[in-house]
């Protein structure tokens, strides 16, 4: 069963152009296709990358971090509370108001003091500023390595140049060391942010997250399986040209360099909606779709292909959308609005005006007490010596 659905899957009328079929991709001695057997070796380099990853942040990053004057908040520790904390890990970390009360009667507690426990503890699980720093410094190590090791691999590529070389023999172009390693390096890195998913940063796009890196690396493989690989390379160089000023645009913003966080997002803004709203569609969308219809006639790859990509320029066109709000705010209000998917902390206005209540409270009970002390008779007349004490330590009298 199995193998007769994999000789359905990979018949040569889905994948090749009409007359091509996987004998005319057969390797010689000098020529080399890609293999999609290749693709299995993408899962240790990302192990090797998970290493390199935890040794940068510990040696390099974190180290910086403190150079550069970024400090983690000393946050309020909830107090042990098993019952509680059972409720935290096996139900849900945000009760609800009926839940609330319910807490509160089992651990005889007032239900402010058991909302702020479950503010509390939720802060505790919160990352800190220098993880989300570290964080930063190595996407931002990656992307640029990996923008510019694009560019070397591409720059004496004749497709980089002239996009219908893209389709000059194909598919029968050979991969080139240089090409195969480029593509080695991009999904070796989407694999190693998939492993460490769980130990990093999780921001209110979790699940967007995992879609999105799971659609990358379905994309980055079946181009290699296809052999879409100058198309690919084109995908890839682009992608990451933005990606290269977001990161440090995060570290600007954790080092609370407000001026040079503002200033390089608007040059994230400008190349993002540059290369993905212009240089994109020309280079790749206008390419598959007219360029390759040159070379040969329309087949389910190219429908399949082209579909996926139009799927990603879609993706583009939501997130210009964001980026552009964004941008509109700063304008008007000289101020860069706060990124939505950020996971801020709870307790720092909802302390305070716990705090101020607090503060009321006994300020209206000591008060009371001030009153009741110095016999003030609302009914009756009052001693000629009875002397009222005010606040300020002064006396006044009656």
């Known amino acids: 069963m199995a193998r007769s659905l994999y000789e359905w899957l990979w018949q040569h009328e889905f994948w090749l152009p009409p007359g091509i079929t996987w004998e005319d991709m057969q390797e010689s001695e000098d020529t080399h296709y890609p293999q999609p057997r290749d693709l299995l070796l993408s899962i240790p380099f990302a192990l090797i990358l998970v290493v390199i990853r ?22 309020p520790k909830a107090q042990p509370n098993p019952v509680l904390e059972t409720f935290y890990s096996t139900c849900r970390k945000n009760p609800e108001e009926g839940e609330l009360l319910s807490l509160a009667k089992q651990c005889d507690l007032p239900v402010r003091k058991v909302e702020k426990w479950f503010r509390r503890r939720r802060n505790m699980d919160r990352p800190s500023l220098s993880k989300k720093f570290s964080e930063a410094c190595w996407r931002f190590t990656f992307y640029i390595i990996s923008f510019f090791t694009g560019l070397a691999v591409l720059y004496d590529k004749p497709w980089l140049w002239d996009h219908r070389e893209c389709w000059t023999g194909y598919p029968q172009q050979p991969l080139q060391p240089s090409l195969f390693w480029y593509y080695m390096l991009e999904l070796s890195f989407y694999w190693s942010l998939v492993f460490t998913l769980p130990f990093d940063v999780k921001r209110k796009d979790f699940k967007e997250q995992i ?73 790749v969308l ?14 389910f790859g190219y429908y399949f292909v082209n579909v996926l990509l139009i799927i990603l320029q879609l993706l583009h066109v939501f997130w210009s959308c964001l980026i552009i709000h964004m941008v509109y705010k700063f304008i008007l209000q000289g101020t860069m609005e706060k990124d939505m998917r950020s996971d801020t902390e ?21 008060f009371s007490n001030v009153t009741s002390n110095g016999y003030i008779q609302r009914s ?5 010596n009875n ?10 009298e009656r």
């Open 286 to 299: 206008y390419n598959t779709y007219y360029y390759s219809m040159e070379i040969f006639q329309p087949f």
């Open 387 to 396: 002397r009222a004490h005010l606040a300020n330590g002064h006396a006044k």
């Open 54 to 75: 935890c040794a940068f942040e510990r040696a390099i990053a974190l180290p910086l971090s403190t150079k550069l004057g970024v400090r983690d908040k000393q946050r």
């Open 380 to 384: 009756g007349s009052e001693p000629l």
């Open 346 to 366: 709870e307790s720092d206005k909802d302390e305070e005006r716990d705090k101020i209540r607090e503060k009321e409270k006994n300020g209206i009970t000591y």
């Open 211 to 283: 879609v999105h890196h799971a659609a990358t690396i379905f994309l980055i493989s079946f181009s290699y399986c296809a052999n879409y690989i100058r198309i690919g390379t084109l995908v890839m160089v682009i992608h990451d040209a933005s990606d290269c000023f977001l990161e440090p645009t995060k570290i600007f913003n954790y080092m609370k360099w407000k001026k040079t966080c503002d200033s390089l997002f608007m040059i994230f803004s400008a190349v993002f909606l540059i290369s993905r709203l212009v240089i994109y569609p020309y280079t």
